[in-house]
């Protein structure tokens, strides 16, 4: 069967661009000398950074646009937490999730509001929240609306728009010296941004399978 040459320079145009867009995964080396003595992982409100055009900075204000990353930071959390739960079982993860709702709770009495997790280390935090790893996530998104009139509203409810992308990364890192274990990048674009949803279940398809606290196969 002949394929056109229109029809094969979009192939390949396609294929460079899903490889441009794969996702990048760093894993330890000693890893498995870590592994067997973790048990538990805290999940941490996601690092959300908004980047506004200047129209829609000028309907946003500060206040605002600090409870939209905010609030997208909760969801990112959440909704990742729902995803390892419900791969736990599939997968065979050698580690369980603390609870969100205790994370956020422990957080919240020792005095460390949303805007300042960025200022403690990862290891002080898995120290104050009792576990043997923290995965942290950090979301950098650009274009969040195409009208910057709605911006405010738009996002609240969840509307990014076709034109968003978004920079994710998620660590782990473990509570004795905080050493970074495992480390994945990826961007999400196109209609995948159009919810923080939509972004978290394009991120935790792959990222899901990759997750390195699986047995050792024999």
């Known amino acids: 069967m002949r394929i056109s040459t229109s029809r094969f320079l979009l192939m390949l145009v396609l294929s460079a661009w899903l490889t441009s867009c794969g996702p990048s995964i760093y894993l330890a080396q000693d890893f498995r000398a870590y592994a067997p003595k973790h048990k538990t992982i805290a999940i941490l409100p996601a690092a959300v950074t908004m980047q506004l ?3 829609q900075a000028r309907n946003t204000s500060a206040q605002q646009l ?7 930071g909760a969801d990112f959390q959440d909704k990742i937490y729902s995803w390892l739960l419900r791969r736990t079982t599939q997968r065979g993860y050698t580690v369980q999730f603390q609870d969100v709702m205790k994370t956020n709770s422990i957080l919240r ?24 790893a923290v995965l942290t996530t950090s979301v950098r998104t650009s274009k969040p609306m195409s009208d910057g009139a709605a911006v405010a ?13 978004a920079n994710i990364t998620v660590n782990i890192h473990e509570s004795d010296a905080g050493k970074l274990l495992w480390k994945y990048d990826y961007v999400a674009a196109g209609s995948v941004g159009s919810s923080t949803e939509g972004m978290v279940n394009v991120l935790m398809r792959n990222a899901s399978k990759k997750f390195p606290y699986t047995p050792i196969k024999s």
């Open 53 to 55: 055009r200047p129209n």
């Open 109 to 132: 009495e020792s005095g460390i509001p949303y805007q300042e997790l960025r200022s403690h280390s990862p290891q002080e935090l898995a120290k104050i929240l009792g576990v043997d």
């Open 66 to 72: 600090l409870q939209l990353e905010q609030q997208s």
């Open 153 to 165: 509203v738009g996002l609240l409810v969840g509307a990014w728009g076709a034109t968003n992308q």
